[in-house]
T-cell receptor
Framework: QKEVEQNSGPLSVPEGAIASLNCTYS??????FFWYRQYSGKSPELIMF????GDKEDGRFTAQLNKASQYVSLLIRDSQPSDSATYLC??????????FGQGTELSVKP | DTGVSQNPRHKITKRGQNVTFRCDPI?????LYWYRQTLGQGPEFLTY????????KSRLLSDRFSAERPKGSFSTLEIQRTEQGDSAMYLC??????????????FGSGTQLSVL
């Protein structure tokens, strides 16, 4: 079992729709959770982080965390073509490093 | 704040040659990380430093790979006797750790290595 798992996609949504990206992790002791966006040929860019169970909203982005289910998700409201990218889920497992999932490719169609 | 800087941006080498990459972290960051990423995969952890101390190295990392951060500022990653399987994007990231588990890593633009 991989430490952090994501559906690789691609996930295709129409412009203006809600995109839902999901991630599960295996280490119950994990404490902090991150979403990075990576455009093709570019490096990952931090867009959201969440530490506590529940929802955290920042503009069009909402991160959701359920530690009991070992599940974290990212919702993107009013999706735009510029949101088309690969979204990486990352987990801090109490060590000093982040463990990344394989990423979900999102395509927003005009 | 100039961000994380990596050099070179691209490196093409022949199999069996040695290569060295450099990373300059954000100036006030005391932690520095190296990751490797291949097409369609997420970044894979290689190693990280806190100041000049190398705190962890991936068990999957070949002994052909070595990293240093001699003065706790910039870091170098060397790959000896390169193999075609080493072809990847090598990403450096830095963070400011103040005893919290809440690491926020900021990445450089990466070095794309191609081994022919």
């Amino acid at each position: 079992q991989k430490e952090v798992e994501q559906n690789s996609g691609p996930l295709s949504v129409p412009e203006g729709a809600i995109a839902s990206l999901n991630c599960t992790y295996s280490d119950r002791g994990s404490q902090s959770f991150f979403w990075y966006r990576q455009y093709s040929g570019k490096s990952p860019e931090l867009i959201m982080f969440i530490y506590s169970n529940g929802d955290k909203e920042d503009g069009r982005f909402t991160a959701q965390l359920n530690k009991a289910s070992q599940y974290v998700s990212l919702l993107i409201r009013d999706s735009q073509p510029s949101d088309s990218a690969t979204y990486l889920c990352a987990v801090n497992n109490q060590g000093g490093k982040l463990i990344f999932g394989q990423g979900t490719e999102l395509s927003v169609k005009p | 704040d100039t961000g994380v800087s990596q050099n070179p941006r691209h490196k093409i080498t022949k199999r069996g040659q040695n290569v060295t990459f450099r990373c300059d972290p954000i100036s006030e960051h005391n932690r520095l990380y190296w990751y490797r990423q291949t097409l369609g995969q997420g970044p894979e952890f290689l190693t990280y430093f806190q100041n000049e101390a190398q705190l962890e190295k991936s068990r999957l990392l070949s002994d052909r790979f070595s990293a240093e951060r001699p003065k706790g500022s910039f870091s170098t990653l060397e790959i000896q006797r390169t193999e075609q399987g080493d072809s990847a994007m090598y990403l450096c990231a830095s963070s400011s750790n103040r005893g919290q588990a809440n690491e926020k890593l900021f990445f450089g633009s990466g070095t794309q290595l191609s081994v022919l």
